[in-house]
């Protein structure tokens, strides 16, 4: 089999998508998601450019030579950019492969290990009673799992508070949007949500938190600490992990589990964290870490110390990432959860999948390939539309993270 063409598809049905389509001469085709929200034209590029001029002619089945061709090859290694684009390529050869044996992706990567994917939803309100019944209508549906996030009195913004039901989308079109933020003030109400969902709902469903880089290592260990009684899931990226050592000190106060991960984009981005057991759940996701060829590697490095995977799942990830997540999810060893916000109508219309829902799991279909398409004259007739993530500043004007 050769490739015989390759094109990058963007499309905006809600919200900005990336994808690259691969064909073959035996008139098979495979996709991958290439979207790296707010930047999502550097990856287009970087594929049509300089990516797809030399994939044609070569043979789809050889899925680990072109990946190491992409990474070894560009000499310049890692980097969002970079990697969500050798991502698109992977997850369309393994589609492509998939399809050519008849089989659903994940009978490939060793069949299946489970009888679903648990997933968690994302629950938000404005204040603590918005979220705690937020947390209940998750419940209702079947969810086993939910995220709160809550807006914090005093605070005019806060990580995390969606602007629609059932999936949480913080790009805005025009310029960053600039949110304000008070380590402070959201320290002291955190641990008030727990205790209330704690008191609602029972220790039954899993709960997790999302701090989204907000605090320094020593701010991450009170806030473990604070929330240790109310037994969370995970506690996710309570601090920045440029410096991956940072975590010494976090885990040197708390117990509470630890999720890094859905900015890693290689292996070496969580080595001294998996290494050193300084986190619970690896969260690298399929499209910014480099597709299923460098996930796998990443979660066999993770299983050796007992971490789990817990792969990011937001919106700007495509329904044709999440294909592929869950194909990876039921055969993974060492699974956690996967994280699940849904897609609107209209960007499920453009990609039509095999993925279903039901009782609080995901379950990938037995379609060969990873299950999902994409129609193209639906989606072309959203035009790319910018967007960008929002910008943080502390309440005196100092930039943060968002
Ligand atoms: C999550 C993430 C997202 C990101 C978003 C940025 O845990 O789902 O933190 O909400 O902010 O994916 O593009
Ligand atoms: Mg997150």
Not at 126 to 141: H, I
Not at 193 to 209: A, M, Q
Request: hydrophobic fraction near 40%.
């Amino acid at each position: 089999m050769k490739i015989t063409a390759a094109r990058v598809i963007v499309t905006c049905p809600g919200r900005n998508f990336v994808t690259l389509k691969i064909e073959t001469d035996e008139g098979l085709t495979g996709l991958g998601d290439a979207t790296l929200n707010g930047r999502e034209l550097a990856v287009a590029s970087y594929l049509t450019d300089h990516v797809i001029p030399c994939l044609i002619g070569r043979d789809p089945h050889q899925v680990e030579d072109i990946w190491q061709y992409l990474y070894r090859g560009a000499y310049w290694r890692r980097g969002p950019v970079t990697m969500s684009a050798i991502a698109a390529v992977d997850t369309a050869l393994w589609d492509i492969k998939a399809k050519a044996a008849g089989l659903p992706l994940y009978q490939l990567l060793g069949g299946r290990s489970r009888e679903g994917v648990m997933v968690y939803g994302h629950a938000n309100g404005r204040d603590l009673a918005e979220t705690t019944d937020q947390v209940g209508k998750y419940l209702e549906m079947g969810y086993k799992a939910v995220r709160a996030q809550t807006g914090i009195p005093g605070m005019k913004t806060a990580y995390g508070i969606g602007r629609g039901t059932l999936f949480y989308e913080p790009a805005t079109k025009g310029l960053p949007e600039e949110q304000i933020w008070s380590t402070e003030k959201y320290l002291d109400f955190v641990p008030k949500l727990f205790e209330e969902l704690r008191k609602v709902y029972g220790f039954g469903p899993h709960l997790l938190h999302d701090a989204h880089h907000r605090l320094t290592p020593i701010e991450a260990g009170r806030l473990g600490k604070a929330l240790e009684p109310y037994r969370l899931f995970w506690l996710e990226d309570c601090t920045p992990a440029e410096n991956q050592e940072a975590f010494k000190l976090v885990r040197q106060h708390t117990v509470t589990p630890l999720a890094v991960g859905e900015i890693f984009n290689s292996i070496h981005d969580c080595r001294e964290l998996i290494q050193n057991q300084l986190i619970d759940y690896i969260r690298t996701t399929v499209v910014h870490a480099g597709g299923i060829t460098q996930l796998r590697r990443i979660a066999d490095l993770a299983a050796l110390y007992q971490i789990k995977t817990g792969s990011h799942g937001a919106t700007d990830n495509s329904p044709v990432c999440m294909g592929a997540a869950l194909h990876f999810d039921i055969w993974v060893p060492n699974f956690g959860i996967q994280e699940y916000m849904r897609h609107t109508p209209e960007t499920d219309a453009v990609f039509p999948h095999a993925y279903t829902f039901s009782d609080g799991y995901l379950h990938p279909g037995e379609a060969p390939g990873h299950g999902v398409e994409i129609d193209e004259a639906l989606a072309a007739k959203y035009p790319y539309d910018p967007a960008y993530l929002p910008v943080c500043r502390l309440e005196d004007g100092t930039m943060w993270n968002w």
